[in-house]
């Protein structure tokens, strides 16, 4: 099996409703994203996945959320915009621009160097 993994991040505000302390208030992160893909065989140029295309498709889903108040953006309008929320709504995103011989196998989301989350479906 080979893993492919991608980095990118966005910039962006959010709040979470209910938390009943200062992550309540507005406040902001560099969001880290790292992203990772497994196939189980290469193609006719030896590449189980171009890194230059799972940048590009993790590119356009993170665009979305880029300098803006994620509380104010779809999903995160109804729902908290947690580092979990976040993780599974870009897994969401890009699970939808794959190509069949290409399994998304976790999305990791960072809000500091300390602090991250990993969704992985399984």
Same mark, same amino acid.
């Given at each position: 099996?080979?893993?492919?993994?991608?980095?990118?991040?966005?910039?962006?505000?959010?709040?979470?409703?209910?938390?009943?302390?200062?992550?309540?208030?507005?406040?902001?992160?560099?969001?880290?994203?790292?992203?990772?893909?497994? *196939?189980?065989?290469?193609?006719?140029?030896?590449? !189980?996945?171009?890194?230059?295309?799972? &940048?590009?498709?993790?590119? =356009? @889903?993170?665009?979305?959320?880029?300098?803006?108040?994620?509380?104010?953006?779809?999903?995160?309008?109804?729902?908290?915009?947690?580092?979990?929320?976040? *993780?599974?709504?870009?897994?969401?995103?890009?699970? !939808?621009?794959?190509?069949?011989?290409? &399994?998304?196998?976790?999305? =990791? @989301?960072?809000?500091?160097?300390?602090?991250?989350?990993?969704?992985?479906?399984?």
């Amino acid at each position: 099996m080979y893993r492919i993994s991608v980095e990118d991040h966005f910039d962006a505000a959010h709040y979470l409703r209910d938390y009943g302390g200062r992550c309540e208030n507005l406040h902001g992160h560099r969001f880290k994203v790292v992203v990772t893909v497994e *196939a189980k065989n290469l193609n006719s140029i030896g590449l !189980a996945y171009d890194f230059t295309e799972l &940048k590009k498709h993790l590119k =356009e @889903v993170l665009s979305q959320f880029d300098h803006v108040c994620l509380n104010e953006v779809e999903p995160f309008d109804r729902i908290n915009p947690s580092s979990e929320n976040i *993780a599974i709504t870009i897994f969401d995103g890009l699970k !939808a621009c794959l190509p069949g011989q290409v &399994k998304l196998a976790s999305v =990791e @989301v960072w809000e500091s160097p300390q602090s991250w989350v990993v969704y992985s479906p399984e």
